[in-house]
Structure formats: structure tokens, C-alpha cells
Nanobody
Framework: QVQLVESGGGLVKAGDSLRLSCTAS????????MAWFRQAPGGEREFVGA?????????RYAGSVEGRFTISKESDKNTLYLQMNILRPEDTAVYYC????????????????WGQGTQVTVSS
């Protein structure tokens, strides 16, 4: 079992930046693939971006965040980051971290582990 804990959410203004962290504990060898998802009020959970250690750290982003958000991972700290720049009100959501050994399961939103989420609110 892997436990994921997100942190770094908060209330910011449009145009500001924020960095989220997701720290894994437990069976961290199952975190070869990790991803960020978000869920806006009244909306469905949507893919934000993913990281895969199997393919040399390849990162994939949703079109709505590409160029503004950056994912990185510190493997020695078992921590995944989401650097969010030029935030927009439509980025307001609860952001969730996910992990699995299988990349496809992560990006399809069916990972073995989810974090509890951290709220990001962007005011206009």
C-alpha cells in the first residue's frame, strides 16, 4: 500500500504561482508512475499531468495547463511536485495526487493509490 499526502494548496490571485507537493510513503516502489488530477466544484475529476520513471521521467500534460504547469519528482524524497504558474480562476479545484506501477492506469485515472486532495482557489 502507498500513502500519498498532498500539500501546498491555498488561495491566490489570477496570475500568481503555487507549488503543490505530493509525498509518498509505504511501498514507494509502486510509485514509478505518478500523476496530478483535479476536480472543480460540480465537475468530474480531470487529468492534469503525469510522470513516469519507466520512460526516463517522461512527463505528459493536459492541454489546458501545458506551458503553465510543470511536474517534477525528487525520487530520493519520494515527492512529486506540481509547479503552477499564471494561474487562472478556472484552475480552481481540489488537486489530487495518484500513483501506480503502471503508467497507463495512472493516466486513465485508475491508479492503485490516491491522495486526499488539496484545495487550490484562484480569485479573479
Amino acid at each position: 500500500q502507498v500513502q500519498l499526502v498532498e500539500s501546498g494548496g491555498g488561495l491566490v490571485k489570477a496570475g500568481d504561482s503555487l507549488r503543490l507537493s505530493c509525498t509518498a510513503s509505504g511501498r514507494t516502489y509502486r510509485t514509478d508512475a505518478m500523476a496530478w488530477f483535479r476536480q472543480a466544484p460540480g465537475g468530474e475529476r480531470e487529468f492534469v499531468g503525469a510522470f513516469s520513471a519507466w520512460t526516463g521521467g517522461i512527463v505528459r500534460y493536459a492541454g489546458s495547463v501545458e506551458g503553465r504547469f510543470t511536474i517534477s519528482k525528487e525520487s530520493d524524497k519520494n515527492t512529486l511536485y506540481l509547479q503552477m504558474n499564471i494561474l487562472r480562476p478556472e484552475d480552481t479545484a481540489v488537486y489530487y495526487c495518484a500513483s501506480d506501477r503502471v503508467y497507463q492506469r495512472v493516466i486513465l485515472g485508475n491508479p492503485a493509490s490516491w491522495g486526499q486532495g488539496t484545495q487550490v482557489t484562484v480569485s479573479s
